[in-house]
């Protein structure tokens, strides 16, 4: 989240197995030898441009554990908008990510949903789940 203003920070990027755009905060995978701390600062930066500190980090969860193994983690970042770097952020997108990055006041949520749904982007559960349970939508 950012401060001092409180905004989100959303993507848009286009998922091959979904076939679709999906809105969902800045993630990854941890490479072999990487903290989830680093792999969250690292991802952050890569897919939006911005720098920030880890607040807090979830133990890991699984996300459908009827099926699969996959477990995720959520990494709390705060990202000062007033510092030199973040005034203009520069995403370093990998080859073959296209990303849209969105700042999002929580006032603004439920409207940017509700026009990227029209638009036939799909949602990933752990944003539309986070900004549900904020009361947001």
Known sequence: RMQPSGRFIIIRQFRPPTNSYILEFPAGLVDPGESQETTAIRELFEETGYVGTVE???PRLFSSPGILS???????????????????????????????????????????????KKQGVQFDVKLYTYFMVQGLL
Not at 95 to 111: C, L, Q, R
Request: aromatic share 10%; hydrophobic share 35%.
């Open 56 to 58: 807090n980090i979830s």
């Open 70 to 116: 996959e477990t995720v983690s959520f990494v709390q970042v705060q990202v000062d908008e007033n510092t030199a770097e973040n005034l203009q952020p520069k995403p370093e997108n990998e080859p073959g990510e296209f990303i849209t990055v969105f700042v999002k006041s929580p006032d603004e949520i439920a409207e940017f949903f509700k026009q990227e």
